[in-house]
Nanobody, 127 residues
Framework: QVQLVESGGGLVQAGGSLRLSCAASGSTFSTYVMGWFRQAPGKEREFVAGISRSGVTILYTESVKGRFTISRDNAKNTVYLQMNTLKPEDTAVYYC????????????????????WGQGTQVSVSS
């Protein structure tokens, strides 16, 4: 089992940047595929970015490509999401999640496939 705690959210103007962090404890971090999801009011939770155990495979949803960067530091048990050129439509609660069952270098993009979740951090982008 793993516990996840996100930090780094806040209020920023359009065009600004934020860096989210997700610290993991309780198990072997490097055995988990890690993902970032977000949920805006009235919308379903959506995949934002994911990274395989070794960092070889990285996926992004189309709307954040070129603006967001996911990374992980297995020595620090932490996954990051660097968000640049933020837009008002990026406003949401951002969650990190851990997937242990994914095989090999596969990064899954469906929320129900991730077993563990953090409590979320609010990101608000003003226009």
């Amino acid at each position: 089992q793993v516990q996840l705690v996100e930090s780094g959210g806040g209020l920023v103007q359009a065009g600004g940047s934020l860096r989210l962090s997700c610290a993991a404890s309780g198990s072997t971090f490097s055995t988990y595929v890690m993902g970032w999801f977000r949920q805006a009011p009235g919308k379903e939770r959506e995949f934002v970015a994911g990274i395989s155990r070794s960092g070889v495979t990285i996926l992004y949803t189309e709307s954040v490509k070129g603006r967001f960067t996911i990374s992980r530091d297995n020595a620090k048990n932490t996954v990051y999401l660097q968000m640049n050129t933020l837009k008002p439509e990026d406003t949401a609660v951002y969650y990190c999640a851990a997937d242990r069952a994914s095989r090999g270098l596969v990064v899954r993009t469906t929320a129900r496939e991730y077993e563990y979740w953090g409590q979320g951090t609010q990101v608000s982008v003003s226009s």
